[in-house]
């Protein structure tokens, strides 16, 4: 076999229907799982900027009041804490009589959740790169068993077992093997990797709330 009929197309073309169906399956994983990697990439890098940027801001401020209109609004992590957290002590202290205790368990509450929820929204889509990086091997590894099966089947056809009758089978079946590596290994590395930058922005997240919560607190303690 000639070059031009071992290139990747040709591979391709010339692969039995079940090997292109999981062929072309992996390569679809595999441009799903890139532009998930870059989205994500750009997502995490933007929120974490923008992130440090407000907390800056806010423990600048001297008047939380005026830095809630201001800010609360943003599509922010942080911002949707704060807001959270915002709107329950309103809630806890718009009556005369102000239950410190229960207050301060609320606010808790109420902003670990919204944490959490932040959380789970910056998660989305990383269960899809855990997936394709632990399927796609062993779809490839179906691909690779149905090609060799193929050859072994063009041997017993032709009764000959020459490199020149074995060699398209084996190629498709490493061709096939070699997507589905090529459509895990980037999955399996951005999902680590992603994982540690979602759980470093629930650290800062968790320290922000707890910081938030701490200065509520100081509050109450001065109300009557």
């Known amino acids: 076999m000639d070059a031009a009929t071992m290139s990747p197309v040709a591979l391709f073309l010339q692969a039995d229907v079940v090997v292109k169906v999981v062929m072309a399956g992996l390569l679809i994983a595999s441009i799903w799982t890139w532009a998930i990697i870059v989205a994500s990439w750009r997502r995490f890098g933007r929120t974490r900027k923008e ?53 301060r368990e609320r606010l808790s509450i109420t902003m670990g959740a919204a944490v959490a929820k932040e959380v789970d929204a910056l998660s989305d889509r990383l269960n899809i790169l855990a997936t394709v990086g632990s399927v796609a091997p062993f779809v490839g590894l179906f691909g690779t068993v149905w090609g060799i099966m193929r050859s072994f089947t063009s041997i017993a056809s032709a009764q000959n077992s020459s490199l020149a009758v074995v060699a398209p089978g084996i190629a498709e079946a490493l061709f096939a093997t070699a997507i589905g590596l090529f459509a895990a290994i980037p999955a399996v590395i951005a999902y680590n990797r992603f994982s540690h930058a979602v759980n470093r922005i629930e650290a800062s997240l968790s320290r922000f709330a707890d910081g938030f919560h701490a200065t509520l607190s100081r509050q109450l303690d001065g109300a009557r």
Do not use: C, N, Y
């Open 51 to 103: 992130m440090a940027r407000f907390e800056r801001d806010f423990w600048k401020a001297e008047d939380i009041d005026a830095f809630h209109k201001e800010e609360a609004s943003r599509e922010l992590p942080s911002a949707r804490v704060f807001a959270a957290g915002v709107a329950e002590w309103r809630r806890s202290t718009a009556q005369g009589h102000i239950d410190k205790v229960g207050t």
